[in-house]
């Protein structure tokens, strides 16, 4: 793919009809450049090893984007270089930048076709491993399901326990003597004892073993210090402090410009629809409560700030979903109320919300710096009055138009579960995750998935 990119930035600039609209001031030798096309690549694939492109690991396909993206800057800066210390090294700085994005764009187009021929033969069958799960559960009952009803994950249950005991030990040990077992995952409740000696078992009979980690809290940033020779523990609420804050900021108000000026005619279309459903007359913003105060979000620390959103529901019909439509709520037990099939919402509303076109104003939210483009949920007040001191952790940061939670399940997941994804991507914050999570989106949305 690297070779690929270097022909075609070449030919686009001396061999295309580019050449008629800007002629080129000198001609690169074709053989020269030929050689120089095979060269320099061996060196970038060093680069993409480095940035772990190649360790034989399980990823995801987005996980891989920011590492190309990375490696294929840090190859162009390499050649910038040379140009730098030899001014003879290229006659044309369109090659140099046209290299730069097709790598990117080719090396991503490749990775693609390989996951997909992959994917492709493991749906047939091929490279399948076969899984025994160890402990029940709701987490091993979801593998469970997963694994059988989903071919791309590459496994197949073809055994489980409710315990590691004696029974299951023989069972495992004779499943692999039949060459029938390649990986054991544990799923029951965290114990040092049974962990132990599960690893062990899977070391002695050459078994890979996972288990399912419990990601809701954990003390994972911590920073020490000694005062008066004194070792202090400084446990850290998020690593989105400092000038990763600032990081954060800046690219939230450039990505939030860009995302204005290309969603601006999708927001208007969808402001007309609004104006002209007869089902709902009413304003095309949705920033008032029934009784005149204005709606209201929790955002960072706790503070409260004035939202708004594209209105999708019957004018004064929001406190509804405290009273006659409190029994239709799919949410009870938890402080969230989600109502399918919500009789509220009107014509437009539906296909807004199912596109999720009816949060696009959020981007002016995070321009104006009450929301970011990646966080927790907005939360209401009413909702973050009946959470316990656990659940508060999510307003240690900014919320976001998208988030893990969004990409996770969007509305199919519930408050636990959406708590411990929002804890998990606070603790463990970096850009990478927030360039994957907005990538990951669109798809997410053109699902479907979760939308009500």
Excluded at 16 to 40: C, D, H, K, M, T
Excluded at 58 to 76: H, L, M, N, Q, V
Excluded at 227 to 248: F, M, Q
Aim: charged share 25%; with cysteine; net charge positive.
């Amino acid at each position: 793919m690297l070779v690929a990119a270097a022909f075609t930035a070449y030919f686009l600039r001396f061999e295309s009809g580019f050449v008629e609209i800007r002629p080129a001031l000198s001609i690169i030798p074709y053989q020269w450049y030929f050689f120089l096309s095979l060269a320099v690549p061996v060196a970038w694939l060093a680069i993409f090893a480095l940035n772990g492109l190649y360790k034989m690991e399980e990823r995801r396909f987005f996980d891989d984007i920011p590492k190309i993206i990375f490696a294929c800057s840090t190859g162009i800066v390499f050649v910038i270089a040379l140009i730098f210390f030899n001014r003879q090294f290229f006659a044309s700085r369109f090659v140099v930048l046209a290299v730069w994005i097709l790598a990117i764009i080719f090396v991503t187009l490749g990775r693609a076709l390989v996951n997909f021929i992959y994917y492709a033969l493991r749906r047939r069958g091929f490279g399948i491993l076969r899984v025994a799960i160890i402990g029940g559960g709701k987490a091993g009952e979801a593998l469970r399901t997963e694994f059988n009803s989903n071919p791309v994950f590459g496994r197949k249950v073809i055994s489980g326990f409710p315990y590691f005991d004696q029974m299951a030990k023989c069972a495992l040990k004779n499943l692999k003597i039949q060459s029938a077992l390649d990986e054991v995952i544990y799923t029951g409740a965290p114990d040092r004892e049974v962990h132990s000696e599960l690893f062990k078992f899977c070391e002695e009979n050459r078994i890979n073993f996972k288990y399912s980690a419990d990601f809701s809290t954990g003390l994972k940033k911590v920073s020490m210090s000694a005062i008066a020779g004194i070792p202090l523990v400084e446990v850290k609420r998020t690593s989105l402090e400092g000038w990763s804050k600032v990081y954060k900021r800046v690219f939230d108000i450039i990505g939030s410009l860009i995302l204005i000026i290309l969603f601006s005619p999708i927001m208007i279309l969808v402001a007309i629809g609004i104006k002209l459903d007869r089902g709902g007359r009413g304003p095309i913003f949705w920033s008032r409560l029934d009784d005149g105060n204005p709606v209201k979000r929790v955002g960072e620390d706790g503070k409260l700030f004035n939202y708004f959103k594209f209105r999708s529901m019957r004018p004064g019909s929001h406190s509804m979903r405290y009273k006659e439509l409190a029994g239709l709520n799919s949410r009870a037990g938890s402080p969230m109320v989600k109502i399918i099939d919500d009789p509220r919402v009107t014509a437009v509303g539906k296909l807004i919300r199912r596109w999720s076109l009816d949060e696009l104003p959020e981007f002016f939210l995070v321009l104006k710096g009450d929301m970011s483009l990646v966080g927790p949920r907005p939360h209401l007040p009413e909702e973050v009055e009946k959470y316990k001191d656990g659940h508060k952790k999510v307003l240690s940061i900014k919320p976001g138009i998208t988030g893990l939670a969004q990409i996770s399940g969007r509305a199919d997941l519930d408050f636990e579960e959406e708590i411990k994804l929002d804890s998990l991507y606070i603790e463990n914050w970096t850009m990478w995750m927030d360039l994957y999570i907005l990538l990951k989106t669109p798809f997410i949305v053109l699902s479907k998935k979760g939308a009500y």
